[in-house]
């Protein structure tokens, strides 16, 4: 499996469709600015049910999907971004462990190969992932090849549960602070969250599933621009905003009686994608 298949549009094709998103979506160029500061906290979802392969190659398609997110945000001037491969309490169904081990198994050589190539350092969280779980071998292994790599940071939880990271806060100290958090085909994170490291993160619903195969370059493009959106929606207003005048009620109308909502819709593909997130006075969603 090919795990990032090359960019077949011409840097300025991309570049391109980059400044035409940014005008579909009501951003600036300048708001592009902001990605180096972006810190997602991605969690993988709809493996079994997104694909119409087996689960074991579904699980593949949600690693590929990562480092190809990874590389495109890269790409674009992001530095870094967390993902969530599965929590402790998903042993409560075992043939879907054995579908993650039996995935990540088969892909992982090339998957470290790919990261190294691409400038991108790993970085695994949870419960024994370094000795006593049962793909230590495999992430140390990563660790150490890519441990030289400067041009991306990628993190990992796995074998993971908030509780775990609450105990363990040494260890959680060393993850980036999370701007925003997505959740793929479900709209909650409860038993994944982070402590003490996305208390300023905004929170965006992406509906479909996490399957590589389905998504194409331009779809993590807009995705990215979508969490970026998310981000600067809420930057500065979290914790310290001291409102201007005339602006506390200006909020008041829209939110309150105007029951005001953001919608931006690109050209569907063959795989129509929907996202939505949140402002201080409403929701924004996102077809494409």
Not at 4 to 28: A, G, H, R, V, W
Not at 106 to 114: E, S
Request: aromatic share 12%.
């Amino acid at each position: 499996m090919s795990l990032i298949k090359p960019i077949k549009k011409e840097e300025k094709e991309i570049y391109n469709f980059i400044l035409q998103s940014l005008d579909t979506m009501n951003m600036s160029v300048d708001d592009l600015e902001m990605l180096k500061y972006l810190s997602p906290y991605l969690i993988l979802d709809g493996h079994r049910t997104g694909t119409k392969h087996d689960m074991v190659t579904g699980y593949m398609e949600g690693a590929t999907f990562s480092l190809r997110f990874a590389s495109i945000l890269k790409k674009m001037g992001g530095k870094r971004a967390t993902f969530l491969i599965h929590t402790l309490r998903n042993y409560k169904t075992m043939d879907r462990m054995k579908a993650i081990f039996d995935g990540v198994e088969q892909i992982g050589a090339d998957f470290i190969k790919t990261a190294y190539k691409k400038n991108i350092k790993l970085t695994y969280y949870g419960h024994d992932v370094h000795d006593k779980y049962s793909l230590s071998k495999l992430i140390n292994a990563a660790e150490n090849a890519t441990g030289i790599c400067n041009g991306f940071h990628l993190n990992y939880l796995t074998n993971y549960s908030d509780t775990w990271g609450s105990e363990h806060k040494q260890q959680m100290d060393e993850l980036p602070e999370i701007t925003v958090i997505g959740r793929f085909t479900k709209g909650h994170y409860s038993g994944a969250g982070i402590p003490g490291k996305a208390s300023k993160a905004n929170f965006i619903y992406i509906q479909q599933a996490s399957i590589s195969e389905n998504w194409s370059d331009d779809q993590m493009i807009i995705l990215i621009l979508g969490l970026l959106k998310s981000h600067i929606a809420l930057h500065g207003f979290v914790g310290g905003k001291s409102y201007q005048k005339g602006e506390k009620e200006e909020i008041y109308r829209k939110r309150e009686e105007d029951l005001w909502e953001e919608n931006y819709e690109f050209p569907s593909g063959i795989k129509p994608k929907r996202m939505t997130t949140f402002t201080p006075i409403g929701p924004v969603t996102i077809k494409f």
